[in-house]
């Protein structure tokens, strides 16, 4: 089937200070981007569905890289998940996907799901089984005993470098796109602090490495700048939250040219923690981190350390009168970064995070017709990304205009 998206301008979300094309037209077939340029340039219609965009902006579907579909934090929600069944998580992690889609979260990169949830999930949508958004994944997280994540996460406790490498070797085995560590303490444990170095040297590397070997790239969870320049040393390719980045670490980060996934929202949701009923050592803790993390990203951003957006909190759920990612989107705005760069955070940078680039995260021909439509400019301001009401997968539309 061949589609022809009209009466829009395209953000193509392919370099920095790239120009919109306004009074644009997009060209579908099946599932990918065939042609895009100015309407007026596109001919003979004949055989082809128009679709009137209304004078919307159309870019690329948002790629969240910190996500956990079957998410539970600390408190009310932990207590509930712990009486759930493998189906019952399914189909939670179901719905949170769903959300995800609807809006316009088209692709997602899942670090740390229990019992193959993220690989279920995965199958079920490239097979069109059931819809939902892209899906890469880690599958469980390697954590020391004791570990961050190390209660109602199905994380695995690994330890000696033996160990980590199997356990990787362990998701590896089932599918996984990534490695997914945890190097440090977090927000979410009550009995450690986010400082905390929690994996050695030699069991980092070993985990890195078996990803490395496998052609995949591996990330971890981790707060203080010691144990980052370690795991960066050890071979990470990407580091998560990033906490207490200082200049050595992020000169390293440069030097090395690893990804930071700055999840924001994690220490600034006060308001989001409180209606889950998360318990208040948690709240205190992440809302201490609060500063520390913002002066962290703002160093990495300055910097130019290479950014992809994520949340750590489920993409499509209510948070501060909007949803998560774009909460975090605005956040990342509202820190420093220019509303143009956090689109190519959302899209063009998780794509090449992923070694996806060729396929994913542009409007451009040969692309995956992953888009979405806004009534206003995201470009312009990020608090548009709010104006989101439409939504196309693949090709295929799931959000229509509402
Ligand atoms: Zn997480």
Known sequence: MTTLLTNCHVI?????????IHDAAVLIEGKRIKAVGKAADFGDSEGVQIRDLGGRYVMPGLMNMHVHLGLSLPGATQAAAAKETEMDLFARALKNAHDALHAGVTFVRCVGEKNGLDFALRRAFTSGLLQGPNIVCAGRAVIITGGHGWQGYGSIEADGA?????????????????????????????????????ATFDEMQAACEAAHNAGKHATAHAGSPKAIQDGIN?????????????????????????????????????????????????????????????????????????????????????????????????????????????????????????????????????????????????????????????????????????
């Open 234 to 402: 050890a071979g990470l390719d990407c580091i998560e939250h990033g906490y207490f980045l200082d200049d050595a670490t992020v000169e390293l980060m440069i030097k090395k040219g690893t990804w930071l996934c700055p999840t924001l929202c994690v220490s600034r949701a006060e308001q989001y923690m409180r209606n889950l009923g998360v318990p208040q050592y948690m709240i205190n803790k992440s809302l201490r981190a609060g500063e520390d993390h913002a002066k962290a990203y703002q160093l990495g951003l300055n910097s130019g350390v290479k950014i992809a957006m994520g949340t750590d909190m489920l993409p499509g759920e209510p948070n501060e009168g909007t949803v998560a990612t774009y909460r975090e989107m605005e956040f990342m705005s509202e820190l420093g970064m220019a509303p143009h760069q956090v689109l190519l955070s959302a899209t063009r940078n998780p794509a090449q995070l992923n070694q996806l680039a060729d396929q994913f995260g542009a409007v451009a021909a040969g692309y995956q017709a992953d888009l979405i439509a806004l009534t206003a400019n995201p470009a312009e301001n990020t608090r548009n990304i709010r104006s989101i009401d439409w939504v196309m997968k693949g090709g295929a539309v799931y959000r229509n205009l509402g």
């Open 12 to 20: 193509p979300c392919i370099t920095e200070g790239e120009a919109i």
């Open 162 to 198: 033996d160990e980590w490498r199997k356990a990787a070797r362990s998701q590896l085995k089932l599918g996984a796109d990534l490695v997914k560590l945890m190097i440090t303490g977090g927000i979410a444990g009550e009995h450690e602090a986010i400082r905390d170095a929690q």
